[in-house]
């Protein structure tokens, strides 16, 4: 347990050592996207019933900043030991495959709650917000940043320099967050774009973190706790087999 | 180890390599680039896998009784890596509690002692020179009081007082009774520590004896001069 407890303080404090840039900078990013979107479309933006567009957002934008930067961690950490090759001193020891993938995801889904919480603490004076089901919230911010802490362990893995990594973020995490309705209620989309939202996982991570604050949702909160857990098994499945077999880390 | 043999691609590293360091030994694996050096060292500390054979160290099988071997071991690698983000005593911290020891202070002051690290306990790892960065190294590889250490090509790039104050430490781990295992170019270093040495070409080992049995068992120009038996050797295989 040592060497788990060992890795996994090391990997918080990797990013706490530079809180500014890892929790305050994406902390800022959301609360300029909570100004501009909320100033610039509130006005006509149409989202549930009674819940106005500021406060449909700032839940949108915790969920968002809380996988964004889960999947940093993991991803950043990984690849930076790799290149560097300070990754040798983790391989050398007696740490099990299970070990270093506890240690970096939950270190992983602690940066994705802390920054989450850090976006809600700046974003939350601007609305009333109620937490109508606080365990749902929480629930799926937990699975969510732990979800995207396993998806950085797996792109840190697979990429042998830093730009794929930016290529991961940038082509697939950045889209499929953007596109998930942080910004805006699938409600208002044509029904086609509706459907393609539903093969989104981030969709119903943001959405079914959205529930616990005002008891409605696009889609039913158990079947989207479904869809994030049943995805955080296969990741961690593969996860688990690449890091057992070596993958690109052992030779 | 018994038969160990490695592939990369359509490279054999290492062809079916046979070899015991005895406990308390001071031994020395020499080759040319490429020889399988490296190779037979990651196989030996689980940073890469065997094909076929088997290692075990102290009795520990690498692979099925990972935990046991790697905390019998520890290994001083070649390239000068260190992790950016601590000081010398984080990163030392760090490595101990990777080996599973929490409260590692006083052995963790010893070592830093011993390898004059002392003065540069709580400075960054990337403000250090090349040296200092190299003796962090050797002392992450000793937190775990470990009874085999390995060594590869510890000295290259290192400066004379850097080397000088190196071998004497190392020379004290042995006599303490530490299995040391070293790799090195420099064949007057080995000629100088090893008791035993083997000699690595294209992932085959050419030659194993003393170093007093390697130096007689040759004649050349320059009679018992390890470096005239290396190239011999080499040429002959």
């Known amino acids: 347990m040592t060497g788990f407890a060992t890795l996994f303080a090391k990997e918080v404090l990797r990013f706490w050592k530079v809180a500014f840039q890892t929790v305050g900078g994406p902390v800022l990013a ?21 819940v106005p567009y500021t406060a449909f957002l700032v ?7 809380v996988l964004q930067n889960a999947f940093a961690n993991s991803s950043s950490s990984l690849i930076q030991s790799k290149v560097t090759g300070n990754l040798v ?26 920054v989450g919480l850090g976006v809600l603490a700046v974003t939350a004076w601007f609305v009333e917000l109620r937490v109508a089901a606080p365990l749902w919230a929480l629930a799926f911010a ?34 499929l967050t953007m596109l998930s309705g942080v910004f805006y209620s699938i409600q208002s989309l044509p029904a086609a774009w509706q459907a393609v939202s539903h093969f989104n996982p981030f969709f119903f991570m943001i959405d079914g973190f959205r529930y616990g604050f005002f008891g409605a ?19 961690s499945a593969l996860a688990l087999r690449l890091l057992r077999n070596g993958y690109k880390i052992r030779t | 180890m018994r038969e160990v043999e490695k592939r990369y691609g359509a490279l054999r590293a290492l062809a079916g390599v046979s070899l015991a360091v005895r406990q308390g030994e001071f031994f020395g694996l020499l080759g040319p680039n490429g020889a399988g050096k490296t190779t037979l060292i ?7 896998r065997a094909d076929a054979g088997s290692v075990a160290v102290m009795g520990a099988d690498v692979s099925a009784d990972y935990r046991r071997a790697r905390r019998m071991l520890g290994v001083v690698p070649q390239e000068l890596v260190f992790d950016p983000f601590f000081s010398v005593r984080e990163t030392l911290r760090l490595q101990s509690g990777y080996f599973g020891i929490r409260r590692n202070d006083a052995w963790i002051d010893e070592v830093m002692h011993h390898l004059d690290l002392d003065a540069k306990a709580d400075a960054n790892m990337r403000s250090l020179s090349g040296g200092m960065k190299r003796r962090v190294l050797v002392a992450q590889a000793l937190v775990h009081k470990p009874p085999v250490i390995v060594l590869d090509e510890p000295t290259a790039g290192v400066d004379v007082e850097l080397r000088q104050d190196l071998w004497q430490f190392v020379r004290r781990l042995n006599r303490d009774g530490h299995t040391i295992v070293l790799t090195t170019h420099y064949l007057e270093e080995a000629e100088v ?17 003393t170093t007093e049995n390697l130096l007689a068992s040759f004649t050349g120009p320059h009679p018992g001069d390890l470096e005239d038996v290396f190239l011999q050797l080499m040429r002959k295989h």
């Open chain 1, 142 to 175: 937990v699975l969510g940043s732990t979800l995207l802490g396993v998806l950085g362990l797996l792109a840190g893995l697979w990429a042998e320099k830093f730009d794929q990594i930016a290529a991961f973020q940038n082509f697939l995490i950045l889209p």
């Open chain 2, 193 to 209: 520590q090893c008791e035993r040495i083997a000699m690595l070409k294209a992932g085959r080992i050419v030659a194993l004896d």
């Open chain 1, 30 to 50: 959301a609360l300029l996207y909570l100004i501009i979107f909320a100033q610039a479309l509130g006005a006509n933006a149409r989202v549930f019933d009674g």
């Open chain 1, 217 to 235: 949702s696009d889609t039913a909160p158990a079947t989207s706790l479904a869809v994030v857990a049943v995805s955080l098994a296969l990741a």
């Open chain 1, 59 to 65: 839940p949108g934008l915790v969920m968002m900043s």
């Open chain 2, 42 to 48: 990651s196989v030996i500390a689980g940073l890469a």
């Open chain 1, 89 to 114: 001193f983790v391989l050398l020891a007696p740490i099990s495959h299970f070990e270093f993938f506890a240690a970096y995801v939950l270190a992983s889904a602690v940066r994705g709650l802390v």
